[in-house]
């Protein structure tokens, strides 16, 4: 069984002006990628040449023997035919060619990318790349490209997680978490900045899916024992004089303060408002007509509450302002105490009257 590359050496005796891969490939019912990787396979093991010439996009494999010195040359990278001065021993056509030749020879890659990592690193190359960004941020139609740019590079799952992984570590470190710590102070300490940090922090966090997201967490976090010791521990240690004076202390300059006051007493006037429009919203004819009708029927208002699915002191309250009474039918055994206890009333009257009649006169 002979290989691929081995069948398309055995085609070039017939094809001595050179053969491509469309003809290997029809010829010996293969597709053209594999016939292309036999033909560079062969080029690399040096039985013959991959040439390229000039106005032609198409690539030739050539016997290697076929080639006459400083005629035909070609370019071990790109497989271009170039000219050669005699007694040259040059293998690529240009020097671009030449210097991607000499990053595919054994450990050179590794060495180059090595060095460019460290020559990065120096103040002057770290300057140096300074003065280019700023250079380039400095002009306008710079910042659409780099944005797009940016976007575009963000978009790509790889690039993300090997940007962010960077972004992280830079992060973590003890110089640059001090940096931004310090910057965060200065921002909060300014009160435009701190305003606007507010603002933002209030509108992203009441939103109802992150509130939903942090009671999530709070609730995660609280079945996690190691972090539920430590918000305990926390509490226990809240608890002391100095803590409370420090809390009661801001407390006081809180509401002192009339803008806060002024503030809380609207939040409660609207809250105040709103429930009032909700009970006003509860109050439908049809739970108005239920009740009305079990009323009439002798129920309690507390029947009432559960048929409307109402809390008691809810229904109790309307049917006051509708003027409902409520008249509960009473179980036999307690009409028939009713009955006894009036019927010993009206005894008791009776013998009282009778007493009083025939009182005698002196
Ligand atoms: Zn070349």
Not at 53 to 81: D, E, F, M, T
Not at 143 to 159: A, Q
Not at 296 to 308: E, M, P, R, V
């Amino acid at each position: 069984m002979r290989t691929l590359a081995e069948e398309i050496l055995g085609l070039m005796v017939e094809r001595t002006s050179g053969l491509t891969a469309e003809f290997a490939a029809e010829r010996l019912a293969v597709t053209v990628q594999n016939a292309r990787d036999a033909m560079h396979k062969i080029n690399e093991g040096g039985k013959a040449d991959l040439i390229q010439l000039p106005g032609s996009r198409q690539l030739y494999l050539v016997w290697r023997g076929a080639r006459s010195a400083g005629a035909r040359n070609i370019c071990v990278n790109c497989h271009k035919a170039f000219e050669r001065p005699l007694g040259s021993k040059r293998r690529s056509c240009t020097r671009s060619c030449a210097v991607a030749l000499s990053w595919r020879k054994p450990g050179v890659k590794e060495e180059r990318i090595a060095s460019i990592k460290i020559e990065r690193k120096t103040p002057k190359a770290r300057e140096r790349l300074a003065a280019h960004n700023r250079r380039r941020w400095a002009k306008p139609e710079e910042h659409e490209k780099l944005s797009k740019d940016n976007k575009r590079r963000w978009k790509d799952p790889v690039i993300k997680a090997k940007m962010a992984r960077g972004i992280r570590k830079i992060r973590q470190l003890p110089e640059k978490r001090a940096h931004s710590s310090k910057i965060k102070r200065e921002h909060w300490a300014n009160p435009e900045i701190r305003q606007r940090y507010v603002e933002g922090i209030k509108r992203s966090k009441s939103t109802p899916e992150a509130r939903a997201q942090f009671s999530d967490l709070l609730r995660e976090r609280w079945k996690d024992p190691v972090m539920r010791e430590k918000y305990t521990r926390a509490n226990v240690a809240r608890d002391n004089p100095e803590h409370r004076a420090k809390c009661k202390a801001r407390m006081d300059a809180y509401w002192n303060d009339p803008a806060n006051a002024e503030h809380a007493a609207q939040t409660r006037a609207k809250a105040l408002e709103s429930r009032l429009r909700n009970l006003e919203a509860r109050r439908t004819p049809e739970k108005l007509a239920i009740m009305k009708s079990m009323l009439a029927d002798h129920k309690t208002l507390g029947d009432c509450a559960k048929a409307i699915g109402e809390p008691y002191g809810f229904v109790q309250d309307w049917a006051a302002r509708e003027g409902l009474k409520s008249s509960p039918r009473k179980s036999a055994g307690v009409r028939a105490r009713i009955s006894a206890s009036n019927k010993r009333t009206k005894a008791l009257r009776r013998a009282a009257k009778y007493a009083a009649s025939n009182v005698i006169h002196c």
